[in-house]
């Protein structure tokens, strides 16, 4: 079984090994949230990142992205407002692409209501890289997802994302608008 798809499978079993959370529990102040990406296509790989967010009031709040993926690593912290069903952020962090080093700026939007999730993230790097950006927007149909998914170097195209329990999505995301060889991008949401 080749890296891209082990990591999903683990990803997937750890989650469906979680515990239902109580439906009383108190909401916490703190977040995390842990993605497994496999990219389908002549080149393929796979990526982890984590969001951890922690809110400081019902507005403010600090969060940090850890990402890897074969040859490249970044971590970005920052602080992020919300304001009713809109979170705007703004980060700032450290990359490492082939031995090399830049320094990120990274804003993001996000808009999540209990029908329609929408997210749009970029990044900027000092070192003139090109910038990149990754985002989705879908609607809830049913108890799953069904809208649009892009990023930099896949292109942008249908997406539909299973809720398969409290803890767990999978998004299955086809670039038609491709930007690269990915063919097909299977990614693992998990909240503990």
Do not use: C
Request: glycine share 8%; aromatic share 12%.
């Amino acid at each position: 079984m080749n890296s891209p798809a082990r990591t999903v499978l683990l990803s997937l079993l750890l989650a469906l090994a979680l515990p239902a959370q109580a439906a009383d529990a108190p909401e916490s102040r703190f977040y995390a949230e842990f993605v497994a990406n496999a990219y389908a296509g002549s080149d393929a790989y796979s990526s982890q990142e984590a969001y951890l967010d922690f809110a400081l009031n019902d507005h403010i709040s600090l969060w940090a992205n850890p990402y890897r993926e074969p040859g490249y690593a970044s971590t970005t912290f920052g602080l992020a407002w919300t304001a009713g069903p809109w979170t705007f952020a703004l980060g700032a962090g450290r990359n490492r692409y082939e031995g090399e080093r830049a320094n990120i700026l990274a804003p993001w939007l996000s808009y999540a209501s209990d029908d329609v999730e929408l997210v749009l993230t970029a990044e900027r790097y000092d070192n003139g890289e090109p910038a990149f950006w990754q985002g989705y927007a879908q609607r809830r149909v049913g108890r799953h997802f069904i809208g649009a998914y892009g990023e930099t170097d896949v292109g942008i195209g249908p997406a539909a994302t299973f809720v398969v329990n409290d803890h767990v999505r999978v998004r299955l995301a086809v670039p038609v608008a491709g930007r690269g060889d990915a063919k097909a991008l299977v990614t693992v949401i998990v909240v503990p």
